[in-house]
């Protein structure tokens, strides 16, 4: 019931195109959920966040889609751009700890 | 704003050995996470501290354990360190921990040989 489900493990897009990673959860406890990218060598940033309360929340190409019934959120990048090509974790907050996903490594290609 | 600090960045450590590690969270964050990054377990919840105080816990062995001092900097102690622990351990910061943004810092490259 702690897992966070992150589909898919690799996507390939390109330049320009929309990238679309899926997150699925069961324990309605959870209340945050943040995405964060991470380049290698590096810790995650912060991408954007969304509680259930809210279905959709957009920041720029970046766009949280919150699904509560369904138990799923996803992470959409418009224009999708080289700069972009780094694993995504989406996470669950419930309590003070997070549950990861267990990524997906996204590569646009130019 | 500083942002979160992690030292060192790479440590080499033969097994049976101790390691510390360091974590100054963002001016102001009371809360500390910890948190093992392997590319088979992906990022695994190690502890929380909040006050001086563990808060959370998960599913590791006591040979980690950590602490928070009064300036709400942390450190992660591993003993008798094993070939698995071989890891990117990242701190997170958070004000209150509860429900606001956590941010990571850098994290410690942790290589047992």
């Known amino acids: 019931q702690q897992q966070v489900k992150q589909s898919p493990q690799s996507l390939i897009v390109q330049k320009g195109g929309i990238s679309i990673i899926n997150c699925a959860y069961e324990?309605?406890?959870?209340?945050?959920f943040p995405w964060y990218q991470q380049f290698p060598g590096k810790g995650p940033a912060l991408l954007i966040a969304?509680?259930?309360?809210?279905s959709e929340k957009k920041e720029g190409r970046f766009t949280i889609s919150f699904n509560k019934s369904a138990k799923q959120f996803s992470l959409h990048i418009m224009d999708s751009q080289p700069g972009d090509s780094a694993t995504y974790f989406c996470?669950?907050?419930?309590?003070?700890?997070?549950?990861f996903g267990p990524g997906t490594r996204l590569s646009v290609l130019p | 704003k500083a942002g979160v600090t992690q030292t060192p960045r790479y440590l080499i450590k033969t097994r049976g050995q101790q390691v510390t590690l360091s974590c100054s969270p963002i001016?102001?964050?009371?809360?500390v996470s910890w948190y093992q990054q392997t590319p088979g377990q992906g990022l695994q919840f190690l502890f929380e501290?909040?006050?001086?105080?563990?808060?959370n816990k998960g599913n590791f062995p006591g040979r980690f354990s950590g602490r928070q001092f009064s300036n709400s900097r942390s450190e992660m102690n591993v003993s008798t360190l094993e070939l698995g622990d071989s890891a990117l351990y990242l701190c997170?910061?958070?004000?209150?921990?509860?429900?606001?943004?956590?941010?990571f810092g850098q994290g410690t490259r942790l290589t047992v040989v």
């Open positions: 997170a910061s958070s004000l209150t921990g509860a429900n606001t943004e956590a941010f």
């Open positions: 324990n309605t406890a959870f209340d945050y």
């Open positions: 969304i509680r259930p309360d809210v």
């Open positions: 996470a669950a907050r419930g309590g003070q700890n997070f549950v």
């Open positions: 001016s102001g964050h009371r809360s």
């Open positions: 501290y909040f006050s001086e105080t563990q808060r």
